[in-house]
Nanobody, 120 residues
Framework: QLVESGGGLVQPGGSLRLSCAAS????????MAWYRQAPGKQRELVAH???????NYAISVKGRFTISRDNAKNTVYLQMNSLKPEDTAVYYC????????????????WGQGTQVTVSS
């Protein structure tokens, strides 16, 4: 399972750091990502990181957010700086986890979501 933490209320221009840890019988985690969903909107990809550390970002967060991971802890992070009211959403982590060593496929897991509210 994926367990997220770090959401909360922050003023515009502030920072937050989200964490998401994968637990259970895991020997490796492939790609990991953060998505977000604002009220009345579709879920959208915020940032993505491969097992090797290559990253991609949504245009709206590029230069403000940084995704990183600790493979030893099976954990992905999202450092969010210069937050704007439009960043307000529920943030979900996502991970591709192979069911066993050597499997040629992965299952996709989602976290429960953590609320980020940017408001003065």
């Amino acid at each position: 399972q994926l367990v997220e933490s770090g959401g909360g209320l922050v003023q515009p221009g502030g920072s937050l750091r989200l964490s998401c840890a994968a637990s259970g019988s895991i020997f490796s985690v492939n790609a990991m990502a953060w998505y977000r969903q604002a009220p009345g909107k579709q879920r959208e990809l915020v940032a993505h990181i491969t097992s090797g550390g290559s990253t991609n970002y949504a245009i709206s967060v590029k230069g403000r957010f940084t995704i990183s991971r600790d493979n030893a802890k099976n954990t992905v992070y999202l450092q969010m700086n210069s937050l704007k009211p439009e960043d307000t959403a529920v943030y979900y982590c996502n991970a591709e986890i192979p069911p066993y060593k050597g499997s040629g496929y992965s299952y996709v897991y989602w976290g429960q979501g953590t609320q980020v509210t940017v408001s003065s």
